[in-house]
């Protein structure tokens, strides 16, 4: 679809060709006569068409007031006259866009709310590229990943700037104040990045938070690059949630990282650990021979199949004693780990799914090896931290307008601890320790 010069207000009238027919809309349609007649007509693209105009509307309000009058009017005040359209693509959520930008006679006009929509991945993924090529990586590996990327003429003056912006939205993304709780359960993961350090490559371990604020929605709490995934790191950095607000958390779920479940009890009292299902199953089957971990993991699997949380610790003892008989290497592994593995079973039923596993962190994860695996060896650590920031700081605007991930209900009701006398308490992250 091509645009004509319009020659009227795009707010009010706009002139398209499609193949060999002209549509002019006239000046008398009123933005709700305008939707209504979109409603009728039954158009496949109605929610681009709405964005589109209010999109247009909103520009042509602002080019009125540079200009000091409206499009049209005779007025002592006015500073400045319209000098046409240029069109320019924009990619929203509802699809790909044409706006028609008004001119200006004397100097220029650009909404700036259109830059604050474009993808900050992919600035930062700009900066990380021209980053390396300043730090000598090769050209044609940087020329590689330009072209990955479809952009062409960096210049350094270009980069310096990219670079200071995004740095500047990572780290006030990263230091916000955590105020939407009670978090009443957080998910904690690492992955590994390839970083230059020293004249040699190392692996560098990339700290992950996410939780269930007090609105039902998912939210990145955190982001920290460490030298080594062991407990002092993990220590400071849920010391720096902790510092910034983190509270009510009611759950952590994670894998088994090493000094992790110390650093939970030392700085979330009252929380339980659960440990990721997926990530336990592939530990207890290396107990068993190959012949036999069909069968093995198929019994573990029952567990989770339960419909209360009675049965679940009924069925972990049934699973143990099955077991024993001939593998009491895993009946052993399995009842040693029973408070860590069924944790979820002291939440609602309702959400089992979501807090059983780190599957959820594991998709983030995903999504941020898809960009880093773009650069492949990072020239520094403050280039993951941007990188991996931008991902994460786009991730948590999309689950912002996304449904909640969890009912208020449900979460008022996994707020309520209650444990009667004769159950077993939940598992104490000390205790977890030792086992």
Known sequence: MKWRRPSRDPSKAQTKIEGDHVMAADNSVTPEQWLAQQIQTGDPDLLRSMVKTMAETL??????????????????????????????????????????IPKLRSG??????????????????????????????????VDKLIEQLGIKHISKSQVSQMAKTLDEQVEAFRTRALDAGPYTFVWLDALTQKVREGGRIVNVHVLVATGVNADGRREIL?????????????????????ARGLAGVQLVISDCH???VAAIGATLAGASWQRCRSHYLRNLLTCVNKSAQPFVA????????????????AQHAWVVQTLEAKHPAAAEHLDAAREDLIAFAAFPREIWPQIWSNNPQERLNKEIRRRTDVVGIFP???????????VLAEQTDEWVEARRYMGL???????????????PAQNPLPQTLTA
């Open 222 to 242: 955190g982001l920290d690059v460490t030298s080594a995934e062991d407990g002092a790191g993990w220590l400071a950095f849920l010391r720096g949630l902790v």
């Open 59 to 100: 520009m042509s309000a602002e080019a009125d007031n540079l200009c000091g009058a409206g499009y049209g009017q005779r007025s002592d005040e006015r500073t400045n006259r319209r000098n046409g359209y240029r069109t320019r693509e924009w990619d929203t959520r509802a699809g790909s866009i044409e706006l028609a």
């Open 298 to 313: 198929t019994l573990v699997r029952t567990l989770f199949d339960q419909p209360d949380a009675a049965s679940v610790r």
């Open 380 to 390: 520094d650590r403050s280039s993951v931290i941007r990188l991996v920031g931008a």
């Open 409 to 423: 209900d449900i979460l008022a009701k996994a707020r309520i601890r209650v444990v009667p006398s004769d159950t």
């Open 258 to 260: 090493a000094g992790l």
């Open 108 to 141: 220029s006009y650009f909404p700036e709310w259109l830059l604050e929509r474009r993808r900050r991945a992919e600035q930062a993924l700009i900066s990380v590229v021209a980053t390396s090529y300043l730090l000598g990586v090769s050209t044609r590996r």
